[in-house]
C-alpha cells in the first residue's frame, strides 16, 4: 500500500466527504439538476422589463448566478476526480498514464 503525504491525507478527506455528497440520492435527484437546469436556463426576456435599468439587473443577476453554478459543479467533478486518484495511489493502483501511452 503505497503511503500517502499529510496533505494528500488531508484532501483525500475532504474529497472523499464530497465525493460522498455527489453519489447521494439528494445530489443526484435533486440539487445538481436543479442546478443544472438554472445553469442551462436562457438569459431574462428584455419584453417583460419596463425599465432598461431592471432588465439590466436581472441580466447580471443571471449571469453571475450561471457562473457561480459552473464553478460549484466543476469544483465537486474535481474533488471527486482527487478522491478517485488519491483512493487508487492509496491501494497502489495508480496507474502512470504518460508511460502506458508509450508500450
Known amino acids: 500500500m503505497a503511503k500517502l503525504t499529510k496533505q494528500e491525507q488531508e484532501v483525500l478527506g475532504q474529497a472523499n466527504k464530497v465525493w460522498s455528497m455527489e453519489q447521494s440520492q439528494g445530489w443526484q435527484e435533486v440539487l445538481k439538476p436543479y442546478l443544472t437546469d438554472k ?4 438569459f431574462p426576456d428584455p419584453s417583460k422589463f419596463i425599465k432598461e ?5 436581472a441580466a447580471k443577476t443571471a449571469s453571475v448566478f450561471k457562473k457561480v453554478i459552473a464553478e460549484l459543479l466543476g469544483w465537486i467533478e474535481q474533488q471527486v476526480e482527487s478522491a478517485k486518484a488519491l483512493e487508487a495511489k492509496k491501494k497502489d493502483e495508480v496507474v502512470d498514464k504518460f508511460r502506458e501511452s508509450f508500450k
Open 53 to 57: 435599468e431592471e432588465f439590466l439587473y
Open 39 to 42: 445553469l442551462n436556463q436562457s
